[in-house]
């Protein structure tokens, strides 16, 4: 059997390591972050998933889903599986 995503809007950000992003991606979890650098060529947020805790890399889109959780999801598939709308 075949299945189509059904048509969802979701918000995500993109994780990039400068101050306003981090901001804005704290923001967007309702919580404090933390930013890893344990290896400083790259860095990484660590996010309480459904799942269990799951890395964010440098690129990697944030998403809230649509019960309100969070994931990360890696820049290829997140062009693949969305795109931009301009809801007013």
Do not use: H
Not at 47 to 55: C, K, P
Request: charged share 30%; proline share 6%; with cysteine.
């Amino acid at each position: 059997m075949k299945y189509r995503k059904k048509p969802v809007v979701i918000e995500a950000i993109q994780f990039k390591d400068d101050a306003d992003t981090i901001q804005m991606i704290s923001e967007f979890l309702d919580s404090g972050i933390c930013v890893d650098y344990s290896e400083p060529q790259k860095p990484v947020i660590k996010i309480a998933t459904l799942e269990g805790v799951m890395v964010a890399n440098v690129g990697d889109y944030i998403i809230k889903g649509v019960k309100g959780e969070f994931y990360p999801c890696k820049p290829d598939i997140f062009k693949k599986t969305y795109e931009k709308v301009d809801i007013d």
